[in-house]
């Protein structure tokens, strides 16, 4: 990933403060210097429109084969459906159908012998595109690549053996509140999501 590229993303996240830098408390209890708040993508999308265009750039430069852009509902549908549009493909989402990552039926030409990447928000551990990579392995459908705006791990997981293309790789760092450098430092400690101040 170029520098350019790294910043220009990171400007775009923080444009629509879907990616925040301060002082948050996790729902772990531990304490991170970043918080990604992914819904404001989805409330954005003038600025959502303009970070597709980075990933649909990078898809495009790996000059990969391949028909469908698939993503897992509901957060990625936004992203992987513009990237689709860009890319002049086909799309389709995989969906929870009792708690299990499926295709719901319906889609016309998910085929063997078609050939699909895989479009996600956050990577955070993998285990939501490993459900997709089952999905399209029941299907017939050979997987061309997977991509993502966020990959939290910088880059350490790897899917289906491959590697993940990633806008922005970002290992975030949780401190224990006894070991905080932010609370040695006295940077105000956020609770993200409680934005009605108590
Ligand atoms: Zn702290």
Request: proline content about 5%; aromatic content about 8%.
């Amino acid at each position: 990933m170029s520098p350019t590229e790294n910043v220009t993303v990171l400007d775009l996240f923080k444009e629509c403060d879907a990616l925040l830098q301060g002082h948050f408390k996790l729902t772990s209890g531990k304490h991170s210097e970043w918080y990604f708040e992914k819904i404001r993508l989805i409330e954005n999308p003038a600025a959502l429109d303009r970070i597709v265009d980075l990933l649909v750039n990078r898809i495009r430069s790996e000059k990969k084969v391949f028909d469908y852009v698939i993503s897992p509902a509901y957060g990625a549908i936004a992203i992987g459906f513009l990237a689709a549009l860009k890319l002049r493909k086909r799309f389709a989402f995989t969906q929870r159908v009792e708690e299990k990552m499926a295709f719901r039926p319906g889609w016309s030409c998910l085929e063997a012998g078609t050939r699909a990447v895989i479009v996600e928000d956050i990577l955070t551990t993998g285990g939501s595109i490993q459900e997709v990579v089952e999905c399209l392995k029941q299907k017939g459908v050979a997987l061309a690549g997977i991509y993502v705006l966020v990959d939290r791990t910088a880059g350490a997981v790897l899917i289906d053996g491959r590697p993940v293309g990633s806008l922005l790789a970002l290992k975030v760092e949780a401190f224990d509140p006894d070991d905080c450098p932010l609370c040695r430092a006295g940077v105000p400690l956020v609770k993200p999501g409680a934005s009605d101040k108590k």
